[in-house]
């Protein structure tokens, strides 16, 4: 998220509900605990749940392009396809590779953790 607010003045972190993977929690919490974690002097991020199509949140406020991380050539395949679609909807898309430590590190793979200690 840092290296996006490098690139950009504002930077909108959208926890969008993805009806293929199934969080412990709605898209408010989650939202909620992004929010808890960002440093309170990152006052050009914030932190939006939406639960329509992520080029709708776009338009209605204006916002022109996504910042994908993509952690490998799996991930780049199939985020370049998400791409292709919202260029169509006329959302540009910008891709950073995932910081080396962080390569391996999935969400499945987070929330099987949190799961894990949660009990």
């Keep these: ?5 490098d690139l950009f003045d ?7 509900v993805n009806s293929i993977k199934h969080p412990g ?5 989650r939202a909620a605990a992004v929010r808890a974690v960002l440093p309170v002097e990152w006052t050009s ?3 939006a749940a939406w639960s ?9 406020r204006e916002v022109g392009v996504f910042v994908r991380g993509v952690r490998n050539t799996t991930d780049l395949r199939a ?18 590779p995932a910081q080396p430590e962080l390569a391996a590190v999935s ?3 987070v929330r099987t953790l949190g799961a894990w200690r949660a009990e």
Excluded at 10 to 16: D, G, S
Aim: net charge negative; aromatic share 6%; with cysteine.
């Design 107 to 109: 969400s499945t793979a």
């Design 25 to 29: 929690s709605d898209e408010e919490k």
């Design 45 to 47: 991020v914030t932190v």
């Design 79 to 96: 985020e370049y396809q998400l791409a292709a679609m919202n260029q169509s909807l006329g959302v540009a898309t910008v891709f950073l």
């Design 10 to 16: 504002e930077v909108v972190v959208l926890v969008a």
């Design 1 to 5: 998220m840092s290296r996006a607010r």
């Design 52 to 60: 329509g199509l992520t080029t709708t949140y776009c338009r209605l």
